[in-house]
Structure formats: structure tokens, C-alpha cells
């Protein structure tokens, strides 16, 4: 599998970015996607999960109401619209993938991960 984000620049804090993942080589349905932050000089967090049998959402609480995840499984995407964006935002945001219904908020759960995008948000 091979995950490749995109989407992530600079905006305006309450702009909006609308971030990509798109997952080359999947080979099963019973799979969830989760996307996760990485600022300067902290540890990599949770922002939002999605399965992709059932398309159940996830998020963290600093997100709920602000970021929505989907998918398109025929184009084997998913998507992270980001609104309201705050500067504390401002980080790298990677795609994971992991084999397995569940959406685990533990970065160590997922087994493949894209190369990172960054958002910027300034005040």
C-alpha cells in the first residue's frame, strides 16, 4: 500500500484547506484510514478517522465541528476538510492506513503512512 497527501499550504486563520489521501494497493474494504499531526516539538496526534466499510467517522475533540472526514472508495481517497482553521492547526498532517476495522486514535496501530503535508496557519 502506498499512501500519497496532498492538499496542505498556507491560510488565514478561519480559512479552510481541504487535505488528499489517496491509497494505492489496497487490498481490502476491512480497512480504516486515520489522519494524524505532527507539530514542531510535539508528538504525532490523532485529528480523524474513517473506515472504510461503513464509513464510520472519528475525531478528536479538538477538531469535532470544524473538520469533517470522507471517502470516495472508487477513487480509493479520503479527504479532510479543515474550516474555522486556528494557528494552533499549524503542523504537518500525514494520512496512516491500517488493515482491520477499527480506527485507533495510536499512530503505532497503522502500518502504512504517507509522506506528510504541511498546513500553515497564520493569526
Known amino acids: 500500500v502506498q499512501l500519497q497527501a496532498s492538499g496542505g499550504g498556507l491560510v488565514q486563520a478561519g480559512g479552510s484547506l481541504r487535505l488528499s489521501c489517496v491509497a494505492s494497493g489496497r487490498a481490502s474494504n476491512d480497512a480504516a484510514t486515520g489522519w494524524f499531526r505532527q507539530a514542531p516539538g510535539k508528538e504525532r496526534e490523532f485529528v480523524s478517522g474513517i473506515r472504510w466499510s461503513g464509513g464510520n467517522q472519528y475525531y478528536a475533540d479538538s477538531v469535532k465541528g470544524r473538520f469533517t472526514i470522507s471517502k470516495v472508495s472508487a477513487k480509493n481517497t479520503v479527504y479532510l476538510q479543515m474550516d474555522s482553521l486556528k494557528p494552533e492547526d499549524t503542523a504537518v498532517y500525514y494520512c496512516?492506513?491500517?488493515?482491520?476495522?477499527?480506527?485507533?486514535?495510536?499512530?503505532?496501530?497503522?502500518?502504512?503512512w504517507g509522506q506528510g503535508t504541511q498546513v500553515t496557519v497564520s493569526s
Open positions: 496512516a492506513l491500517r488493515y482491520g476495522s477499527t480506527v485507533h486514535s495510536s499512530a503505532q496501530r497503522y502500518n502504512f
